[in-house]
């Protein structure tokens, strides 16, 4: 079941957010005391609190069985560069390891993409850390593709930006 987060879902998105990017990160040659510290906790709780107060953000939960299983975070796009006329922006997307593998992420997926037809928007952005592998095979499986923009990230590996193109699938 797929429901709007609200304030009562902050420390549970937190928590879910903090396991899930310490996998791929710590994968990718950060430290897990860097990833878990208190501090590195407290700013991603702010930034969800941010999000769900956000009048320009949707955020998400997947639920399954009582648990919190994924979220999503999407709505306008972060850089200046992109049209926020016709592209919106999948800002997040994180499902439980536990619940990896059961179509969780590919429903989140959809209702991303139902968020930018409900919207006449006809394309996507979102940012992936070049290290995690596996997040760039499942938006490739979604017909996402770089589009040639990058910055830097941390562990001196970039974030690229990928596209997706609704009107090339339409």
Not at 3 to 17: E, K, P, Q, S
Not at 68 to 85: F, H, K
Not at 123 to 144: D, I, K, P
């Amino acid at each position: 079941m797929l429901r709007v987060a609200n304030i009562d879902d902050l420390d549970g998105i937190t928590d879910l957010h903090t396991h899930t990017r310490t996998a791929y990160y710590r994968a990718g040659g950060i430290p897990e005391a860097e990833l878990t510290s208190p501090e590195a906790r407290s700013e991603r709780r702010d930034a969800w609190l941010r999000a769900l107060q956000s009048g320009n953000r949707t955020v998400l939960c997947a639920v399954r069985q009582g648990e919190l299983a994924g979220i999503l975070s999407m709505g306008e796009p972060a850089d200046a560069d992109v049209d926020a006329a016709t592209t919106g922006q999948l800002h997040q997307i994180h499902v439980r390891q536990g619940s990896r593998g059961q179509g969780i992420g590919s429903e989140l997926h959809a209702a991303f993409v139902l968020f930018l037809r409900d919207a006449s928007l006809t394309a996507g952005v979102l940012e992936v850390w070049e290290r995690n592998a596996r997040a760039q095979s499942f938006y490739a499986r979604h017909g996402w593709s770089p589009d040639g923009h990058c910055r830097p990230g941390p562990a001196d590996a970039n974030y690229i930006r990928l596209r997706l193109d609704l009107s090339a699938s339409t």
